[in-house]
């Protein structure tokens, strides 16, 4: 009877150790997360309301109007919201459709969730960090990846990091 509680205990302090390491991890990711998680005051306080709109509404600025459509030159785009690194110039090509468009993001950087609104199945694509509406990615690109990240250039921030 003693060794069955001694293996118990040992099972029971093993597993809530091991528990333990888990909440701790994951409240450490959650913890990072929520550190963009702001209110509706403070993006407002932040963004243009145009910015505003598309980011933290999901909105859609109108096409051919966007600072960054025919915007070409060496650097990197970045989310408007919260300044973190999205795209780079290498991935951005001529789509003629009206919004900036890239061929690949930049790892770990985007969100990807079904938007079926607009009586459309689309997927949607959103900044990891901040949570900011970027737009959609569809499977028409014409470069090797098949991809064009269709995105608001209102959600982007550009930086000539050129040497």
């Known amino acids: 009877m003693k060794k069955l509680l001694f293996f118990l205990m040992l099972f ?9 390491e888990k909440i701790s991890g994951s409240m450490s ?12 005051e403070y ?4 963004l243009s309301p145009e910015a505003f709109r598309i980011l933290r509404e999901k909105g859609t600025e109108y096409p051919h109007t966007g600072e960054y ?4 030159e060496k650097g990197t785009y970045r989310c408007k919201g919260c300044d973190e690194e999205l795209f780079i110039s290498d991935s951005k090509f001529e789509s003629n459709c009206g919004w900036p468009s890239f061929d690949s993001s930049i ?3 985007i969100r990807y969730e079904k938007d079926t609104s607009l009586g459309m199945i689309r997927t949607e694509i959103i900044c990891n960090s901040c949570d900011g509406h970027l737009g959609h990615v569809f499977n028409d690109g014409p470069t090797s990846t098949g991809l064009r990240y269709c995105v608001n250039s209102v959600a982007l921030d550009f ?4 040497e």
Do not use: A, P, R, Y
């Open 159 to 162: 930086d000539s990091n050129v």
């Open 69 to 72: 459509n025919l915007h070409f």
């Open 43 to 46: 993006w407002k306080s932040k």
């Open 12 to 20: 029971f302090l093993t597993n809530f150790s091991f528990s333990q």
């Open 107 to 109: 790892e770990g950087k």
């Open 29 to 40: 990711s959650i913890n990072q997360n929520l550190s963009m998680k702001k209110t509706n």
